[in-house]
């Protein structure tokens, strides 16, 4: 049997369905997106795609460009979404790594990375944030692609690099296994179902908008309201025509500064989703404050798509991020010696299920000492799992502070800091320090329009935690580093500050 995703996906969707909605533009069915796929899926063959060739992309956010993911699976290949940000210096690393055969980009990068391409033998294309190019009119004269090509559960179809917050991106090869098993539980935890809406202002560069959204409203029939970027009062328009909202955490941050952010507002909506970077629990309380919805907080990577999520119905608490999903397993593991840690013990997170990725793209090494022979993967992520079962991710390993012997996990620090009034959010980082081997500086943002000074933080802090998990340093900011995905560039934070004890 063909395991391709293309087929599980859209094999039996109902053409005449609505799929996406535009803002300001007219509605796409099923039908015709797959006629979509069908004719750039007979371009990429025409270019001169091989099942297991990879095609790397650098576009704007369309529709087409959502289709390309998926002629590219359909078709065989492998596709390689690069972020839209990336400069031809980084574009050369990532093409020089994967070696496409095909690479698209905008027609306004084309002389700049042309060259690029031609380095690596690829054929370059063209398509822009309107969906026009020279791969949208080879797509026109080209035999549209009918049959999706025979795959394997294991074979390879996507390549996503991971966000690069820790060091150097990796490339993660997702299976079509991986993608589709991730998807159908996804379908089900959050109750998806053909009367869904999604509002979909997430990039499609990355695992988020382009597996977590796009895959689940397949999946189930549904359909999405396709917005090229976030902007907070397009969402709030599109609220009353959709039922589900995936974002990462600033969204939330960002619409909670909108007044028409209300009980009435969402009342159309049943589910709002975060991730890719830890809600803060504030964020979590105000939320369901002005609009009686709990934000449901999940968890998962690029390796590995989605591996816990907060509960549909029960309990969503705010600062976990909820149970492994049904067939993942999730243990905690000393980070030196990988020996299992008792239940409630802090720890490295390591996860095994369908949903886990193939190893990284040509990095044999980091793949073994990544990915224990047992299956098990090694997050990079500490946390715990509570007596009922939630999983509360306390940061990054590489963000561990050690200072004067004793570990300080950042998150205890940040959520006494953010938890003052006063505070809007704050990270915490270790730096050298002579006498301590790493000190802590604490970075914190304040409420608009708040005074809250340095001592009243120390003092409060006094109270609340033992003296060598208290900053040696606090900076006060406008706004904390953030890449992309609202993730917060603690290896930034660490760089600037890093000579406050020298
Ligand atoms: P790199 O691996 O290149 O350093 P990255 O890990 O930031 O980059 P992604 O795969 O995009 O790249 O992000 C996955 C990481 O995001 C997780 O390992 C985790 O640290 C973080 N993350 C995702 N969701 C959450 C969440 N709900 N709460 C806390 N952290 C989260
Ligand atoms: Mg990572």
Same mark, same amino acid.
């Given at each position: 049997?063909?395991?391709?995703?293309?087929? /599980?996906?859209?094999?039996?969707?109902?053409?005449?369905?609505?799929?996406?909605?535009?803002?300001?533009?007219?509605? *796409?069915?099923?039908? !015709?997106?797959?006629?979509?796929?069908?004719?750039?899926?007979?371009?990429? *063959?025409?270019?001169?795609?091989?099942?297991?060739?990879?095609?790397?992309?650098?576009?704007?956010?369309?529709?087409?460009?959502?289709?390309?993911?998926?002629?590219?699976?359909?078709?065989?290949?492998?596709?390689?979404?690069?972020?839209?940000?990336?400069?031809?210096?980084?574009?050369? @690393?990532?093409?020089?790594?994967?070696?496409?055969?095909?690479?698209?980009?905008?027609?306004?990068?084309?002389?700049?990375?042309?060259?690029? /391409?031609?380095?690596?033998?690829? $054929?370059?294309?063209?398509?822009?944030?309107?969906?026009?190019?020279?791969?949208? !009119?080879?797509?026109? $004269?080209?035999?549209?692609?009918? !049959?999706?090509?025979?795959?394997?559960?294991?074979?390879?179809?996507?390549?996503?690099?991971?966000? +690069?917050?820790?060091?150097?991106?990796?490339?993660?090869?997702?299976?079509?296994?991986?993608?589709?098993?991730?998807?159908?539980? %996804?379908?089900?935890?959050?109750?998806?179902?053909?009367?869904?809406?999604?509002?979909?202002?997430? =990039?499609?560069?990355?695992?988020?908008?382009?597996?977590?959204?796009?895959?689940?409203?397949?999946?189930?029939?549904?359909?999405?309201?396709?917005? #090229?970027?976030?902007?907070? /009062?397009?969402?709030?328009?599109?609220?009353?025509?959709?039922?589900?909202?995936? +974002?990462?955490?600033?969204?939330?941050?960002?619409?909670? #500064?909108?007044?028409?952010?209300?009980?009435?507002?969402?009342?159309?909506?049943?589910?709002?989703?975060?991730?890719?970077?830890?809600?803060? /629990?504030?964020?979590?309380?105000?939320?369901?404050?002005?609009?009686?919805?709990?934000?449901?907080?999940?968890?998962?990577?690029?390796?590995?798509?989605?591996?816990?999520?907060?509960?549909?119905?029960?309990?969503?608490?705010?600062?976990?991020?909820? @149970?492994?999903? =049904?067939?993942? !397993?999730?243990?905690?593991?000393?980070?030196?010696?990988?020996?299992?840690?008792?239940?409630?013990?802090?720890?490295?997170?390591?996860?095994?299920?369908?949903?886990?990725?193939? +190893?990284?793209?040509?990095?044999?090494?980091?793949?073994?000492?990544?990915?224990?022979?047992?299956?098990?993967?090694?997050?990079?992520?500490?946390?715990?799992?509570?007596?009922?079962?939630?999983?509360?991710?306390?940061?990054?390993? $590489?963000?561990?502070?050690?200072?004067?012997?004793?570990?300080?996990?950042?998150?205890?620090?940040?959520?006494?800091?953010?938890?003052?009034?006063?505070?809007?959010?704050?990270?915490?980082?270790?730096? =050298?320090? =002579?006498?301590?081997?790493?000190?802590?500086?604490?970075?914190?943002?304040?409420?608009?329009?708040?005074?809250?000074?340095?001592?009243?933080?120390?003092?409060?802090?006094?109270?609340? %935690?033992?003296?060598?998990?208290?900053?040696?340093?606090?900076?006060?900011?406008?706004? %904390?580093?953030?890449?992309?995905?609202?993730?917060?560039?603690?290896?930034?934070?660490?760089?600037?500050?890093?000579?406050?004890?020298?």
């Amino acid at each position: 049997m063909n395991r391709n995703l293309y087929d /599980a996906l859209l094999g039996q969707c109902h053409q005449d369905s609505t799929l996406i909605k535009e803002n300001g533009g007219s509605a *796409i069915t099923y039908g !015709e997106f797959i006629a979509e796929i069908s004719r750039l899926g007979g371009a990429l *063959i025409e270019a001169g795609l091989q099942p297991g060739d990879r095609v790397a992309v650098q576009v704007e956010k369309s529709v087409r460009a959502l289709a390309l993911y998926l002629a590219t699976v359909k078709a065989g290949g492998i596709f390689l979404p690069l972020n839209t940000a990336y400069t031809p210096a980084e574009i050369e @690393y990532f093409l020089t790594d994967a070696e496409p055969v095909i690479f698209i980009c905008d027609p306004s990068k084309q002389a700049a990375l042309s060259p690029i /391409a031609a380095q690596v033998n690829a $054929k370059i294309l063209t398509l822009d944030g309107n969906g026009d190019g020279s791969l949208t !009119e080879a797509s026109l $004269k080209a035999s549209p692609l009918v !049959e999706a090509s025979s795959r394997g559960g294991k074979d390879v179809a996507a390549i996503l690099y991971t966000s +690069g917050t820790t060091g150097r991106s990796k490339g993660a090869m997702l299976s079509h296994n991986n993608l589709l098993s991730n998807a159908l539980t %996804l379908v089900d935890y959050w109750r998806f179902s053909s009367p869904d809406t999604l509002i979909h202002a997430l =990039p499609i560069f990355h695992t988020h908008g382009l597996f977590v959204a796009t895959n689940v409203v397949l999946a189930s029939g549904a359909s999405m309201i396709f917005q #090229q970027r976030f902007d907070p /009062a397009q969402i709030l328009q599109s609220m009353p025509d959709a039922t589900v909202l995936m +974002g990462v955490p600033t969204f939330y941050t960002r619409l909670l #500064q909108s007044d028409g952010l209300t009980r009435e507002a969402t009342q159309h909506m049943r589910l709002f989703v975060s991730g890719s970077a830890p809600l803060l /629990a504030e964020t979590h309380r105000e939320w369901e404050e002005r609009t009686g919805h709990a934000i449901l907080e999940r968890y998962g990577m690029t390796e590995t798509n989605m591996n816990t999520s907060n509960p549909y119905h029960g309990r969503r608490i705010a600062g976990t991020v909820g @149970y492994p999903l =049904p067939g993942v !397993e999730i243990r905690v593991t000393n980070p030196e010696t990988g020996a299992l840690l008792a239940s409630g013990e802090i720890g490295m997170i390591e996860v095994r299920g369908p949903n886990v990725f193939q +190893g990284y793209w040509r990095m044999p090494e980091k793949t073994a000492a990544e990915l224990r022979t047992d299956g098990f993967f090694i997050t990079g992520d500490l946390g715990r799992v509570d007596q009922d079962g939630y999983v509360h991710i306390v940061g990054r390993g $590489k963000d561990l502070i050690i200072t004067g012997g004793y570990n300080v996990y950042p998150k205890e620090l940040e959520s006494e800091i953010d938890a003052l009034d006063g505070v809007h959010e704050s990270a915490a980082v270790g730096v =050298p320090h =002579p006498d301590f081997g790493e000190g802590i500086v604490a970075v914190v943002v304040r409420e608009p329009g708040a005074s809250i000074a340095e001592s009243d933080i120390l003092e409060a802090l006094t109270q609340r %935690l033992a003296s060598y998990k208290r900053p040696k340093k606090l900076i006060f900011l406008e706004e %904390l580093p953030r890449n992309t995905m609202g993730k917060v560039q603690k290896n930034v934070l660490r760089e600037q500050y890093k000579d406050s004890f020298r």
